[in-house]
């Protein structure tokens, strides 16, 4: 969780070096997926600081106009990835739907592609903990009390609905470890 200030410059700093580079206002203005996709992630960062950081009324200000910010560019990019719930590094590839669970916990550097959904199975407590350096392909769901590993990479359209170990390549409905020790 962002408390401080330089766990918030270490995360942001992890965000923007996973991007190929960072795009001007400029060229934002000019139709740049890039370029909206980063402000998602700065600004999912600047509110999970604000959200932690012990408030007065400047900070509850400044929480309030970037919560709104942030709305606005979840609803715009159709992606709900609450706060608190990513690790630094995210990398989201394109625009489109993407839902994320309030109570699952994405470690850092994970990638997300248009359609995933990881989320709960019956109760708000069975939702997935996904370990560091994992790769979700388009529309890759994770549903129910599941750990998955390190540096697994989720191939395009797979439900993975139990355990995964590190360094697998799954794949299928419902996934399967297709390689191991990649």
């Known amino acids: 969780m962002l408390d401080t200030k330089k766990e918030y ?23 740049s997926e890039q370029y909206f996709l980063q402000k998602f992630v700065l600004t999912l ?73 990881i989320g709960q199975k019956n109760d708000p407590e069975s939702v997935p903990t996904i370990g560091n350096d994992v790769y979700f392909g388009p529309g890759a769901k994770a549903i129910g009390k599941i750990i998955i590993g390190n540096n697994v990479i989720i191939a395009p359209n797979s439900v993975v609905i139990s355990d995964v170990p590190d360094n697998c390549v799954v794949s299928g409905v419902p996934a399967k470890i297709i390689k191991h020790n990649r």
Do not use: M
Request: some cysteine.
């Open 45 to 117: 960062r600047r509110l999970e600081y604000l959200t932690n950081k012990k408030r007065n009324i400047i900070n509850k200000i400044r929480y309030f106009f970037v919560l709104i910010a942030y709305r606005k560019l979840s609803f715009k990019l159709q992606i709900n990835l609450p706060v608190n719930t990513v690790g630094p590094g995210l990398r989201i590839y394109h625009i489109g739907f993407i839902i994320v669970h309030s109570n699952a916990r994405l470690g850092s550097n994970c990638s997300l592609q248009p359609g995933v959904v």
């Open 9 to 31: 410059a270490i995360y942001r700093a992890a965000d923007l070096a996973r991007y190929d580079k960072k795009y001007s206002r400029l060229h934002g203005v000019f139709f």
